[in-house]
């Protein structure tokens, strides 16, 4: 069965500092893979979808991901934090009617 | 433009009670699914609508869950009987085009039921 792993629960860095979260996808064919954030009290908003094509995908608010299908990742980065990027964030995996999601990571940012 | 708007924000409702979800998509959006997301997790699926046909209804938990669509705009939720299992945020989002996971899905801001 298809299942999306985020194997960090939550990271903090600082203002400034880059970013990296991490993703994973147990799945058989090429999946569409995204990442979405969500904010307290907000509904999810999409960051970046990767379908098929270049491997690295440039996305809003200064994020990318990565897919790498010989480590089946798709990881998540930005170079510099702000402090309006703490939020929850779900990498998800797409296929048919199914959307599954990560159980998410959340950043803090420090001053 | 107005995004997906869901009602009622919060609700709290006494196990065994019935209880009816809202959620108004995006104008013109074909595609409408429900999640559900459990504190400190990621959001789970329940029921994808194309129009007013529910395609899919393979992540509804129960047959306590039921969902409807039938003017293919808005769409309501229901649970019967909650229990305290139910207690999750019910999360609605819309879709313009068909063909559902590779097509960008709008989110609501969703509704959190806690069964007491």
Redesign the interface.
Known sequence: AQSVTQPDIHITVSEGASLELRCNYSYGATPYLFWYVQSPGQGLQLLLKYFSGDTLVQGIKGFEAEFKRSQSSFNLRKPSVHWSDAAEYFCAVGEGSDMRFGAGTRLTVKP | GA??SQSPRYKVAKRGQDVALRCDPISGHVSL?W?QQAL??????LT?FQNEAQ??K??LPSDRFFAERPEGSVSTLKIQRTQQEDSAVY?C?SSLAVG???N???????TRLTVL
């Open positions: 995004g997906v699914f999640y400190g997790q990621g959001p789970e699926f994808y395609l899919d393979s992540g999360l989002a559902p996971s590779y960008e899905q709008f989110f609501g801001p969703g």
